[in-house]
C-alpha cells in the first residue's frame, strides 16, 4: 500500500481468459488500482469504478486528491482498470505481438472489445469488491463499454454516470463519420479564425514535406498526411491553442525543428495506443467497418490535399498509417483482416437498455468532436431510467477540466 498526500493505492493483478468463451485458449492479466482517502480506508465504502476512454487507454495516475478523483473519494473507493491491452494489464503494442500471423493478430485483438472488458470487470468485482454491485462512471469510450455492461449484467450496477460517451446504439461506422468530418471542418475554421497566420504556416510546413524527405526521430517519414493527424487534438478544450503553439516551433531555419519532430512523434506514433487506431471495431456490429472514415472522406472535397487551407483531419484512422508508422506496422494485415471481417457480434441489447432500471446520468457536450451530439441524444431517448445533461460549456475533456462539478452534478442527477 502506498501513500500520497490525500490518496492511498492498493494494486491488484487478476488473471482472465483471454476469451471469456472458450477459456482453455489461454489467459492475460489485468491491472487495477484501488483509491482510497486515507482518513476512509478503513470505512466499507461503496465502490466506483472508472472506464477511461480510448479505445485503449489506461487509467489516470493520479497524483493528487482533486477533480473527479477528489470529489469521488468523499463517497468512494475508487478502482481505476486498466482496460485489457493497455497500461499495466497485458499490452497490445507492436513489441508484444511481434512475429504472431496476421490472421492470428486479427482473431487476438477481436478479444479487446467492450464486451470482453465488462466480462473482465466482472471478475474484478466479485475477487476485490467482494460481489458487491458498484457505481460506474464512463469518460468517453468508458461509456460505450457502460452500455454494454448495462447490455451484459446490469444487475452488478447502482448506478451508472458517463462523460462525453453515449454511442449510437444501431448505427454503423459510416453513421458516425458523416457527423464527425463536419464538425472536425469546423474547429479547423476555429484554429484558422483564432490563429490567421497558422493557414500559410500548415501550408508551407505541408510544401515542405512533399519536397524533402523528413524524418521523425524513430526514423519514420513525416509527410503532410502525418501532420494532418494533429486535428485529433481539436476535441479538448485547449486543442486549438496546443496546436497553434505546435506550429510556432515548426521551423528552426530552413528546416523543420527537432522540437517540432519530437512533438510530432509523441503525438503521432501511438506506441503504446495501437488499439486507438483500430477504432473502428467498436462500432462494427454485424457488418465489417471497411475503413469507413477512408471512403468517407472522398466524399469531403475541404479536406483535399490540395485544398485551400489545408485541413486537419481528427479522431479517424487510415490505411496508409499502419504502413508508414513504426508502432502499427506489424498490425497492417490484421487491420486489413478486421476492417472486412463481417461477423462482429453486438455489443448493446438494444430491449434490455429499454427496459434499463439502473439509475443512469449523461453529460452530453454540444460540440462534441469525437462522439457527436445527435447520436448521444437520440440513445438517451433509447434508454430506460437515464437522464442526460447538454453542455455547451465543455468539450470532449471536460471531465479532465471541471471534473468534480460535472460529477457531482451527474451524481445529484440519479439520486
Given amino acids: ?6 490518496l492511498r493505492f492498493t494494486d491488484h493483478t487478476v488473471t482472465v481468459p483471454l476469451d471469456h468463451r472458450r477459456p482453455e485458449d489461454g489467459t492475460i492479466e489485468l491491472f487495477a488500482r484501488e483509491v482510497v482517502a486515507p482518513d476512509r480506508a478503513g470505512d466499507d465504502l461503496p465502490w466506483l469504478l472508472f472506464l477511461q476512454g480510448g479505445p485503449g487507454g489506461k487509467s489516470p495516475r493520479p497524483l493528487t486528491a482533486d477533480g473527479w478523483l477528489g470529489h469521488a473519494l468523499k463517497t468512494h473507493r475508487v478502482l481505476l482498470l486498466d482496460q485489457r491491452g493497455t497500461g499495466r494489464s497485458t499490452p497490445l503494442t507492436a513489441r508484444s505481438v511481434a512475429g504472431m500471423p496476421d490472421a492470428r493478430l486479427a482473431a487476438y485483438i477481436r478479444r479487446f472489445r467492450a464486451d470482453s472488458i465488462v466480462a473482465d470487470a466482472e471478475i474484478l468485482r466479485a475477487r476485490i469488491a467482494g460481489g458487491a454491485r458498484w457505481d460506474t462512471l464512463g469518460q468517453s469510450y468508458g461509456g460505450f463499454i457502460t452500455l454494454t455492461y448495462l447490455s451484459a449484467a446490469p444487475e452488478a450496477l447502482r448506478n451508472c454516470w458517463i462523460t462525453g460517451g453515449l454511442p449510437g446504439l444501431n448505427i454503423t461506422a459510416d453513421d458516425v463519420y458523416a457527423l464527425t468530418y463536419p464538425t472536425v471542418a469546423a474547429r479547423n475554421a ?8 497558422d493557414a500559410a504556416l500548415v501550408r508551407r510546413i505541408a510544401d515542405h514535406l512533399d519536397a524533402e524527405d523528413v524524418r521523425l526521430p524513430d526514423g519514420d517519414r513525416l509527410t503532410a498526411r502525418r501532420l494532418r493527424l494533429l486535428g485529433n487534438l481539436f476535441g479538448a478544450s485547449t486543442g486549438l491553442a496546443q496546436l497553434h503553439w505546435i506550429l510556432d516551433e515548426a521551423w528552426h531555419g530552413a528546416e523543420l525543428s527537432d522540437t517540432f519532430r519530437h512533438e510530432l512523434l509523441r503525438l503521432t506514433g501511438f506506441v503504446d495506443v495501437p488499439l486507438f487506431t483500430l477504432q473502428e471495431c467498436t462500432y462494427g456490429q454485424g457488418q465489417g467497418t471497411a475503413w469507413a472514415a477512408d471512403r468517407a472522406l472522398k466524399q469531403f472535397p475541404e479536406f ?16 496508409w498509417m499502419f504502413r508508414e508508422i513504426a508502432a502499427l506496422r506489424p ?6 483482416i478486421l476492417a472486412e471481417t463481417p461477423d462482429w457480434p453486438a455489443l448493446y441489447d438494444v430491449d434490455r437498455l429499454a427496459a434499463n432500471d439502473v439509475p443512469v446520468a449523461a ?11 445527435e447520436l448521444s441524444l437520440r440513445t438517451a431517448g433509447q434508454i430506460g431510467n437515464l437522464r442526460h445533461w447538454v453542455s455547451a460549456d465543455h468539450q470532449h475533456d471536460g471531465l479532465r477540466v471541471d471534473g468534480a462539478a460535472i460529477l457531482e452534478r451527474l451524481m445529484t442527477m440519479t439520486r
Fill in 331 to 336: 498490425f497492417a494485415g490484421a487491420a486489413e
Fill in 1 to 6: 500500500m502506498i501513500a500520497t498526500p490525500g
Fill in 363 to 373: 453529460a452530453v457536450y454540444a460540440e462534441d468532436m469525437y462522439v457527436p451530439a
Fill in 304 to 319: 483535399a490535399a490540395d485544398a485551400d487551407p489545408l485541413l486537419f483531419t481528427g479522431e479517424m484512422m487510415y490505411p
Fill in 190 to 197: 476555429d484554429l484558422y479564425r483564432e490563429f490567421p497566420g
